[in-house]
């Protein structure tokens, strides 16, 4: 019984989300008019994909691919005739839940909102629903007010209005019925629920920086196999230079040019410039600003301060082989200058890095395609805090085979990729790698693997057996979860 009234419901609820579907396309509908007029950017946004699947599957079928077309109307009907589901509650100091709950909130938005208005309508007032859908409606409508004056008139960002709400309003619905998509708006000051300016402004961090460098923390050492994850020590420098060029690009007010940012930058126009108890644009601005230096602080704390040090930039040997190779140059080059007596006021000079762009690994790869740095920038960022005279006494470094075959590395005429044999030439590095991945690669670059580990024995203990039978499962459990181990 209790399975047939969740299938009633899901087929009850899908019906009502095909309806408002329907009632938001329909240009003539009034939930549409008002959407225009209240939510234009993210409605635009929700036709716009409609449209660009419904263009997409029409290619598809002229050229024959009927597979491919085949998904793409799979993913255009559930769009239009199922209610989202399986959405994870967000855990708010875990970003990638609330991100994945951001996003379909976003996406759906003026359905979700019209989807609320119908289930008031529809159901009691006493209906815990109700009282859910009304809380939800309360949320999405909160916006800003303009400022009043001490004559009691609205400063409305200090410039005259002209004509009436109505022909604003008139404009407003033409701009939304263009054939364009939602970057083409003009809004108007309290156009822009408060919510969805600030979760554009997540959704485009995300978009920009956190996904991305999430994801790639998660992957498995291509040389390692696929349960290495977590074990990325010897890509860890030069993803963290990465990483410093992306926040160097939001800082300084630079999100406001950054792609993934149009929309947030869109949405501002529908914030009030002076706002009731100081909630308008500036806010949301001096917000940006704030957030985006914290970000810097926590990096630097947290991860430069941690990864980028005397005894962990040997393991660039391992990396990207363009980075490799002027890492080992720039050992070398000190290890030279260190037999070298110089007068007191003459000053070692420091190892010019080669001034060109280069693209790393396809394993850096992300939503945007291949990543691009400055080499010289990139080196110079990853060495500045750094002490050679601690580095070349460093005890992987210093052992003379090792060292032999970094200097072998630095005067190759191509950079050496230490797990890509195929780029060894005449070099025979296979000890040499065997020896890095023991005193490397063992090194997590984050703990979700022990974390795993550790859930996992403690689920053993939940299944109510004596304390000697839980001992024996954990001891069996952690033969097969640690394998790894002894390999290590």
């Not at 939930?31 to 699947?53: G, N």
């Not at 009691?152 to 008139?170: I, K």
């Not at 200058?337 to 790869?365: C, G, K, M, W």
């Amino acid at each position: 019984r209790k399975r047939a009234k969740l299938d009633s419901d899901v087929k009850h609820l899908n019906e009502m989300w095909v309806e408002v579907v329907k009632k938001v396309r329909d240009a003539n509908s009034q939930w549409r008019k008002l959407a225009e007029q209240c939510m234009p950017q993210l409605l635009k946004e929700f036709l716009y994909e409609i449209k660009t699947l419904e263009a997409r599957i029409e290619e598809l079928i002229a050229a024959g691919e009927t597979e491919e077309a085949m998904k793409a109307k799979d993913k255009l009907l559930k769009m239009t005739t199922e209610y989202p589901k399986n959405i994870r509650d967000p855990v708010f100091s875990r970003w990638q839940t609330t991100d994945a709950c951001a996003r379909p909130f976003l996406r759906f938005f003026v359905v979700n909102y019209f989807f609320c208005v119908a289930i008031v309508n529809s159901k009691s007032s006493k209906s815990y629903l109700v009282k859910l859908a009304k809380a939800m409606l309360s949320l999405m409508n909160a916006r800003t007010s303009p400022q009043i004056d001490e004559d009691g008139a609205d400063d409305v960002d200090g410039e005259e209005e002209d004509g009436t709400d109505e022909a604003r309003a008139n404009e407003l619905v033409e701009a939304q019925s263009a054939d364009n998509d939602a970057s083409s708006l003009t809004l108007q000051p309290g156009q822009t629920p408060i919510v969805v300016a600030q979760l554009l402004f997540f959704r485009s961090f995300c978009d920009f920086f956190q996904t991305d460098n999430f994801a790639f923390m998660m992957k498995p050492d291509p040389a390692l196999g696929k349960r290495s994850f977590g074990h990325l020590a010897r890509f860890i420098l030069e993803r963290i230079s990465v990483m410093h060029f992306q926040i160097c690009q939001l800082e300084n007010g630079g999100y406001k040019t950054v792609d993934e940012y149009k929309s947030y930058i869109k949405s501002l126009q529908g914030i009030h410039k002076g706002g009731v108890k100081d909630v308008c644009a500036d806010y949301f601005e001096k917000t940006a600003d704030l957030f985006i230096k914290r970000i810097r602080q926590d990096f630097n704390k947290h991860v430069r301060q941690y990864w980028l040090t005397d005894d962990k930039i040997h393991y660039m040997l391992g990396g990207d082989k363009e980075h490799a190779q002027q890492i080992c140059k720039w050992m070398t080059h000190h290890a030279e200058q260190a037999v070298i007596e110089f007068d007191d006021d003459e000053l070692v000079h420091p190892f010019p890095f080669v001034n060109r762009e280069v693209t790393l690994s396809s394993f850096h790869d992300n939503q945007r395609g291949s990543i691009t740095l400055n080499l010289r920038s990139s080196m110079e960022y990853i060495t500045s805090g750094v002490d050679p005279s601690v580095v070349l006494k460093n005890e992987f470094v210093k052992d003379e085979d090792n060292w032999q075959c970094i200097q072998r590395m630095a005067d190759a005429e191509q950079p050496v990729d230490l797990f890509d044999p195929s780029t060894w030439g005449d070099l025979d590095l296979k000890e040499f790698q065997y020896r890095f991945a023991c005193a490397v690669c063992i090194h997590p670059t984050h703990q979700q693997l022990s974390e795993s580990y550790v859930q996992a024995l403690a689920l053993v203990a939940l299944t109510g057996i004596g304390e000697f039978r839980r001992g024996n499962r954990i001891e069996s459990t952690s033969g097969f979860l640690r394998y790894f181990t002894e390999w290590a």
